[in-house]
């Protein structure tokens, strides 16, 4: 029976700021130049607010999007501006970090389980960006593009052929209700975490939180319905 992680890119592999200042800043730089500073100082200032209190946004490229439309700045110049700052990703100018400690947990999971990545990320500098994670050789399929909520399904569905899957990601919505819905378990990492406890298998601030309930998952012959004490898990299955 093979185990299947599937992970999410931003927010749960790739942690820091870079990539969302990139943004900021690309998007800032399309606007006429009497505007830029006040722009960006702006869009900074949503990264920082999403950082301080999670209600209003989705993530922290939602606040930015939000704080971006509210300035008059529509969706065409957002999408010019993202994908822009994607060019960018894992230089000096959109640095990543990942999880303390993840490759050696990846390393550590049992031969049955395959990593895969679903992301609603463009596949530009993703090689790279894994690569400056030294994660690179051990996530297996990557999907990205995905237009995610729907576009994990296939994926999860797939894996549930194979044995359970475990669904990781920052976002309940695109990440992980696809996933509970067939039938899937899901791991709820980052600002968000702790909105969705009673809804999601484990949840922890960080994916270097959850380590400990992902390797029980990893060795089980079921879908967890309880993980480590100190790990916040719903105690019952939400399909």
């Given amino acids: 029976m093979t185990h299947t992680i599937v992970f999410d890119f931003d927010g749960t592999l790739a942690l820091g700021l870079g990539p969302l200042k990139a943004y900021a800043r690309c998007v800032s730089e399309l606007v006429e130049a009497s505007r830029r500073d006040s722009v960006e100082a702006a869009l900074d200032a949503a990264i920082v607010e999403f950082s301080r209190s999670t209600e209003r946004y989705r993530d922290a490229y939602d606040a930015v999007r939000q704080a971006s439309l509210a300035l008059g700045i529509d969706d065409e110049l957002l999408s010019r501006g ?58 297996g399929a990557r999907v990205c593009s995905a237009r995610k909520p729907a576009g994990i399904e296939a994926v999860v569905r797939d894996a549930l052929r194979l044995g359970p899957v475990l669904s990781v990601g920052d976002i309940y919505e695109f ?65």
Avoid: C, K, Q
């Fill in 175 to 239: 990440d992980l209700a696809p996933a509970l819905e067939l039938g899937a378990d899901a791991a709820l990492v980052g600002d968000t975490s702790g909105r969705y406890t009673d809804r999601v298998t484990m949840a922890g601030a960080t994916l270097a939180d959850l380590y400990p309930a992902i390797s029980s998952w990893a060795t089980s012959t079921t879908a967890l319905t309880h993980v480590p004490t100190g790990t916040r898990t719903n105690n019952e299955r939400h399909n």
């Fill in 82 to 139: 993202y994908m822009a700052s994607r060019e960018l990703l894992a230089t000096e100018a959109a640095p990543v970090i990942s999880p303390t400690g993840l490759r050696g947990f990846l390393e550590s999971l049992p031969s049955h389980v395959t990593v895969t990545m679903v992301t609603n990320a463009p596949d530009i500098r993703i090689t790279e960006a894994l690569r400056a994670l030294d994660v690179g050789d051990l996530i």
